[in-house]
């Protein structure tokens, strides 16, 4: 079963930015939308950005203008710059599929923690 690997997590002050990045193995990503999902304690997990495979991008009202996710098929990574970074984007970040037909098995990462705080 493929399961996304993401990194690029890490401790940033208010105002920061962080870029995240995810490797995704096998056909699971030249067949299906990508995206980057987010879980903060306490609190169901989110969709904030997602790719279609043609690059169409869509975002969580929170994050729009803040953020932006880009998808490179040649190498299946996708990423997620963020930028004007509020301590309410503290969270774990993992990176998924999107939609409602998913092709292909796959199961969540270990996910990335990003941490906003001064």
């Known amino acids: 079963q493929v399961q996304p690997v993401e990194s690029g997590g890490g401790l940033v002050q208010p105002g920061g930015s962080l870029r995240l990045s995810c490797v995704v193995s096998g056909s699971i990503f030249s067949r299906n939308g990508m995206g980057w999902y987010r879980q903060a304690p306490g609190k169901q997990r989110e969709l904030v950005a997602s790719a279609t495979i043609g690059g169409i991008t869509n975002y969580a009202d929170s994050v729009k203008g803040r953020f932006t996710i880009s998808r490179d098929n040649a190498k299946s990574t996708v990423d997620l710059q963020m930028n004007s970074l509020k301590p309410e984007d503290t969270a774990v970040y993992y990176c998924?599929?999107?939609?409602?037909?998913?092709?292909?098995?796959?199961?969540w990462g270990q996910g990335t923690q990003v941490t906003v705080s001064s």
């Open positions: 998924g599929v999107v939609g409602r037909i998913v092709y292909g098995t796959w199961s």
